[in-house]
């Protein structure tokens, strides 16, 4: 193992990977009961955090106190987090007494004869203030309903006594709810506490994570640090820890099983990797938006074209589910409308500092890339036209304001099937995928569209939303579609979030209205979904956004009736 580290912080360190030895123990011999009485305990100290949390995301994305942008610290922060909390906890208890994660969640199969689990919404409140928004969870080909209630729960099923061990969770730097959810997913999932290393650009939150964390901490079963590279590389390099998990980069993943330099690539030739334990990873990659042509409105080109300006946008595009690629069909009749309406949105959402490091350099290159790209305040918009070349933009994660749009031929199924194999076959990673589709014409494809979307090699898939809602809702699952592996990684190993304990999971499936309340009343005849939800909160173009997102935390936090009312009401002002 590595010994590069000084002393003064090696040995603290050292100290908490002997606290969290103590700590498995006590942890294998807790009852079902006991976490789940555990958790509750977090979930008071998460809520009783949630101002501060947010509020320190918020300055350390150098938003100010008042940016109309801040209520995106909100929900990603907090509001994600609780949502996790409640879920995992319905699960457990459902466990603790004798029933089984599943009962009463419709199971049933896709045109594919996949099982599927119909995951969200679950609860009362999520029906009625999310109408409209569905959630399903794809197990792998050959998977039966009955496998699927006879393996949920994992590693709560049946949980084993003596040492489950220690798990390495090297945390997310750009979303706050990350590496939390990740430690949860580390315990619950597989049993195992967890030493939690924090990206530098979120130790602000070190000392929020501490106190809403602190149930977890203070019995060993979380212990979290600071550090850089260095740091990461004695721990990922050390024998105390079984398994390692990180939410980041392909390059930091590369570097970590094989190592830098030329005896990385020398280890790489060889199939010798130098990390001896299992690891699991979310990596991002290039997100396509499947635009499929339609007689759309002029309200419906407007708010989806802030819709995809939001998919990019949201937290300056420092995401690994930024839509990045909008695919166009090249004769669509409204084409040029919809383009037109998709340059005024992602010209006047609201600007903010690109915050994230290295950001800059990637927004250099793409300008490099394509100096004929239109330059809309802090942001980039290519336009690719017939002969350049777009390799660029398909296969670099820019991880920066970047979106580009290209176009294909077709129309109908012809241009949705195409759109799905440029999708699949040109676009680098398999993380995320959006598309979006009237419902007229969605009717009109009939079990052609559902082909497609099977046809789609992506681990989270949002039709008529954007995936980030896959992300925020705990019971479907986070990660690449199933098949890569550590030499040739992709977007990632394994899945997160999953609040449902699933096994054999393909991917996720989120559906959303087409159209926002009130125009969702008319759309019901059409075949679409109502829904009473305006504006979403996370559109970037919305007049409310840091009221509402703030409300709805705090609601899911302490509940009240009449708050909760004075949010909607903010929400119908977007």
């Known amino acids: 193992m590595p010994d590069t580290l000084a002393d003064d912080v090696r040995a603290p360190i050292e100290a908490d990977i002997t606290a969290l030895r103590k700590g498995s123990t006590a942890w294998s011999a807790l009852t079902l009961g006991q976490r789940v009485t555990l958790l509750r305990g977090v979930r008071r100290t998460v809520a009783a955090n949630a101002r501060t949390w947010a509020r320190t995301a918020v300055r350390s994305k150098q938003l100010g106190d008042d940016h109309p942008l801040r209520g995106e610290e909100w929900l990603s922060g907090p509001y994600a987090t609780l949502g996790a909390l409640d879920a995992y906890i319905e699960t457990l208890d459902r466990i603790a007494n004798g029933r089984n994660p599943l009962d009463g969640i419709p199971i049933d199969r896709t045109a594919s004869g996949q099982t599927r689990v119909h995951s969200f919404p679950l609860v009362g409140i999520d029906k009625l203030l999310l109408s409209g928004f569905t959630g399903e969870v794809w197990l792998t080909p050959g998977t039966t309903p009955g496998d699927a209630r006879a393996r949920a729960g994992l590693a709560q099923r049946a949980p084993q006594p003596g040492d489950g061990g220690i798990g390495l969770v090297l945390g997310a730097?750009?979303?706050?709810?990350?590496?939390?959810?990740?430690?949860?997913?580390?315990?619950?999932?597989?049993d195992r506490v967890v030493l939690l290393k924090v990206n530098p650009t979120?130790?602000?939150?070190?000392?929020?994570?501490?106190?809403?964390?602190?149930?977890?901490?203070?019995?060993?079963?979380?212990?979290?640090?600071?550090?850089?590279?260095?740091?990461?590389?004695?721990?990922?390099?050390?024998?105390?820890?079984?398994?390692?998990?990180?939410?980041?980069?392909?390059?930091?993943?590369?570097?970590?099983?094989?190592?830098?330099?030329?005896?990385g690539k020398r280890r790489r030739r060889e199939n010798r990797p130098q990390l001896k334990k299992p690891i699991t990873a979310e990596l991002g990659g290039v997100s396509p938006i499947i635009v499929v042509p339609g007689a759309w409105s002029d309200e419906d080109l407007r708010f989806q074209a802030e819709h995809v300006a939001t998919m990019r946008l949201q937290n300056a595009g420092h995401n690994c589910i930024a839509g990045q690629v909008v695919i166009l069909s090249r004769d669509w009749a409204q084409k040029d409308q919809f383009l037109t309406e998709l340059r005024r949105a992602y010209a006047i959402a609201p600007e903010r500092p690109i915050w994230y490091p290295r950001s800059e350099e990637r927004m250099a290159q793409a300008a490099e890339s394509y100096p004929d790209a239109l330059v809309l305040a802090d942001r980039l918009l290519v336009e690719v036209g017939d002969g350049d070349d777009a390799t660029a933009l398909e296969q670099t994660e820019y991880f920066a304001p970047v979106l580009g749009v290209e176009q294909l031929p077709g129309t109908g199924?012809?241009?949705?099937?195409?759109?799905?194999?440029?999708?699949?076959?040109?676009?680098?990673?398999?993380?995320?995928?959006?598309?979006?589709?009237?419902?007229?014409?969605?009717?009109?494809?009939?079990?052609?569209?559902e082909r497609a979307i099977t046809a789609l090699r992506y681990g989270s898939i949002a039709i008529n939303t954007w995936t980030a809602f896959g992300f925020i809702t705990p019971t479907v699952t986070w990660g690449a579609f199933p098949g890569n592996t550590i030499a040739d990684v992709g977007s990632g190993l394994g899945v997160v979030h999953n609040a449902l304990l699933l096994a054999d999971v393909e991917r996720s499936v989120v559906r959303g209205p087409f159209r926002p309340f009130p125009r969702s009343a008319s759309i019901v005849r059409d075949g679409g979904r109502f829904t009473i939800l305006p504006k979403p909160p996370w559109?970037?173009?919305?007049?409310?956004?840091?009221?509402?997102?703030?409300?709805?935390?705090?609601?899911?936090?302490?509940?009240?009736?009449?708050?909760?009312?004075?949010?909607?009401?903010?929400?119908?002002?977007a």
């Open 173 to 190: 730097g750009n979303i706050t709810s990350i590496p939390v959810l990740d430690v949860l997913y580390e315990l619950l999932a597989h």
């Open 539 to 573: 559109f970037a173009s919305s007049r409310t956004a840091a009221e509402v997102s703030e409300g709805l935390t705090r609601f899911r936090a302490q509940g009240g009736v009449l708050a909760l009312l004075r949010t909607l009401v903010q929400a119908m002002r």
């Open 202 to 263: 979120q130790d602000a939150l070190v000392p929020v994570f501490e106190k809403a964390l602190a149930p977890l901490i203070a019995p060993g079963f979380l212990r979290i640090v600071r550090g850089g590279p260095d740091v990461g590389a004695y721990l990922t390099a050390n024998d105390a820890f079984s398994h390692v998990h990180i939410t980041g980069s392909a390059p930091t993943f590369d570097a970590i099983v094989w190592g830098t330099g030329a005896q």
């Open 413 to 449: 199924q012809a241009f949705l099937d195409a759109a799905v194999a440029h999708a699949n076959e040109r676009l680098q990673g398999t993380l995320g995928a959006n598309v979006l589709i009237d419902p007229a014409t969605e009717a009109s494809l009939g079990a052609g569209f």
